[in-house]
């Protein structure tokens, strides 16, 4: 601002306190939806810089502004890592926000949105692209990369409790970053607090959480990157449940069922007698995955540990023999570029597909066309004495008319709280739903093993605290 001649007001120019105006972004397109929100990819006016615009729905909160979403803001603004998403500024539009028809939604209320740096893929989109098959040294260069942002987060004492394909956050120079941090927790002092174990979108979810656990560690984020790190390998999810039953099933059926010998205490975690298998179901993981590389199915093998104080912790994991085995990870900057992959658009071109492949269909059969969403149900009536009644069906495909649980999709990840705002579909800038309240390393360097000794305290990884199936770490 202009200094103001001696004994005169500036008038010209006035000082910019606080946040600014999301007018000071021109939005681009639509990247990303859900129930929290919807996401654009915008333009930075005065700069040209592309960004990822997040909008926060405040229409539903009584009290104020959501203390998760303060939450989240305070964690990514303490964390400063090139492999986790960086928020860059909070903006807001001070006045009444309106919807797609341009009518007001609350005439005393603006908008709050979140200023993301802008990310081309997300590792679900990217996955989804026709053809798509990774290579190894492409899947060991992610799972450093992933490994890296996720020990900075524990270091820091920061669980993510969202980890899946939609929240890995990757450009075209091959950086791949850590995002959607609305169900992340920081350490408390009281280090016997309950958590919630309703967190981690269902494939992801590790068993300790579905048995009821209520405290835990870091532990459960490292079951989410064993199934990220499966998936890849196997190039679909590996635990792809409909509801919490049917998701321990698989997990026992694969990782075996738990009793004290192999996990100590889990007989007290709450809802162990009501999901216990009732026949015996022994570890087939390397038998299932016997095609894998030998040391890869070690790294995995120490991963899905269902003891979640036996389980190797990120930290070990960036260091194991696999990760530096030949082939060695490729530098990001050599992977191949591609165009924008979102998951937010996959949904759209698989849904449009459907779409025309029902109408095709019915056009070839003479049906009567779908109805749009919004219309009145008709009824047709068919001349004859037999006469029936026809119904339209709602557009197949859309969001709001599937059934609960994670969809398949193209039969890989789960649309269940993705996104940049967690609860629809894109990428994982924003917050999920928010809850009611080539060189190797020197040898040794960090340590190795999945029993190895670690910063979180001997002779386990994750020493448990608490009578519930994890450490009593502190997060509220």
Not at 388 to 407: A, D, E, I, L, T
Request: charged fraction near 25%; glycine fraction near 10%; include cysteine.
């Amino acid at each position: 601002m202009a200094v103001a001649v001696e004994g005169q007001l500036n008038t010209h120019e006035l000082p910019s306190y606080g946040s600014r105006s999301v007018d000071c972004f021109e939005k681009i397109e639509q990247i990303g939806e859900g129930t929290y929100g919807q996401v654009y990819m915008a333009r930075d006016k005065s700069t040209g810089e592309i960004v990822a615009l997040k909008k926060l729905r405040m229409e539903n909160e009584r009290g104020g502004f959501p203390i998760t979403a303060i939450r989240e803001i305070k964690i990514l603004k303490k964390l400063n890592h090139e492999n986790i998403i960086k928020l860059k500024e909070v903006v807001i539009s001070p006045g009444p926000e309106k919807d797609e028809q341009g009518t007001p939604r609350n005439k005393y209320r603006g908008g709050i949105y979140l200023v993301f740096e802008y990310m081309d893929h997300d590792l679900m989109g990217l996955s989804n692209r026709p053809g798509m098959r990774f290579s190894i040294p492409q899947i060991k260069c992610y799972m450093k990369q992933l490994l890296t942002g996720l020990h900075y987060c524990h270091i820091y004492h920061v669980l993510h409790r969202d980890i899946k394909g939609s929240n890995l956050l990757i450009d075209n120079e091959g950086n791949l970053k850590l995002a959607d941090f609305g169900l992340a927790r920081s350490a408390a002092k009281d280090q016997n607090a309950n958590l919630t174990n309703h967190v981690i979108t269902l494939w992801y979810r590790p068993p300790e959480l579905l048995l009821g656990a209520t405290k835990y560690g870091p532990a459960v984020d490292m079951w989410s990157v064993g199934c990220i790190f499966a998936e890849l390998l196997h190039g679909k999810p590996i635990f792809p449940g409909k509801d919490v039953p049917e998701q321990l099933n698989k997990i026992f059926e694969l990782c075996g069922a738990p009793d004290e010998t192999n996990w100590p205490g889990v007989s007290k975690i709450p809802l162990y007698n009501k999901f216990k298998p009732i026949r015996p179901m022994k570890r087939r993981l390397k038998d299932v995955f016997r095609h894998f590389d030998p040391l890869a199915l070690e790294l995995l093998e120490s991963m899905l540990t269902l003891d979640p104080s036996q389980r190797i912790c990120a930290r070990d994991a960036i260091v194991a023999e696999y990760l530096w085995a030949d082939p060695k990870p490729c530098d990001p900057k050599s992977l191949p570029k591609y165009e924008s992959s979102h998951e937010f658009r996959a949904k759209k071109r698989c849904q449009q597909r459907r779409q025309q492949e029902e109408a095709a269909k019915r056009q070839r059969f003479q049906l009567p066309p779908i109805q749009q969403a919004g219309q009145a149900r008709t009824a047709q009536t068919r001349p004859g004495p037999n006469r029936f009644m026809h119904w339209s069906r709602p557009p197949v495909g859309h969001r709001h008319g599937m059934p609960r649980g994670p969809s398949s999709g193209p039969n890989r990840y789960t649309s269940n709280q993705g996104g940049y705002d967690g609860s629809g579909v894109g990428l994982g800038y924003g917050s999920g739903v928010y809850p009611p309240q080539g060189q190797a390393p020197p040898h040794g360097l960090l340590g190795r093993g999945p029993h190895g000794q670690s910063r979180w305290g001997p002779p386990s990884n994750y020493p448990q605290a608490g009578p519930h199936g994890g450490p009593g770490t502190g997060w509220s």
